[in-house]
């Protein structure tokens, strides 16, 4: 997949995809649910900049509508890393793991 020298580079994402994402990040349903569960709206810039950072790479192919998308998607990646696992993983079974249930009386929680 070379052009006379260079690499051809696709954005990671289809460009309807970024749009797809600001329409959701602007409803009122995931308005609603964002701020239910942080407290504050949420930011729906970055998609719409993403969408045409995108569009204007297709029509020009510039480098900095490149480096742009690029630094953005590495930027999303690395929010999502920030987050610690819920529950601490086992590194082996309970040692009873193979022991029947007491289904005959129920535990007091």
């Known amino acids: 997949m070379e052009t ?3 690499t051809l580079w ?3 994402r ?4 970024y749009w797809s994402e600001f329409k959701h990040c602007k409803s009122l349903r995931n308005r609603f ?3 239910y569960v942080y407290g504050t709206m949420p930011s729906c810039q970055q998609w719409k900049e993403d969408y045409h950072n995108c ?3 297709e029509k020009h192919k510039t480098t900095e509508t490149k480096e ?3 630094r953005s998607e590495r930027s999303r990646i690395a ?3 920030n987050f610690t696992p819920v529950w601490e993983l086992r590194q082996e ?4 793991w193979y022991m029947p249930l007491n289904t005959e009386k129920p535990q007091d929680f």
């Open 4 to 6: 006379s020298g260079r």
């Open 10 to 12: 696709r954005p990671p």
């Open 14 to 17: 289809a460009c309807e995809d």
């Open 33 to 35: 649910h964002y701020y």
């Open 55 to 57: 569009r204007e790479w």
């Open 68 to 70: 742009a998308l690029q």
């Open 79 to 81: 929010a999502q890393t």
């Open 93 to 96: 079974p309970p040692r009873d």
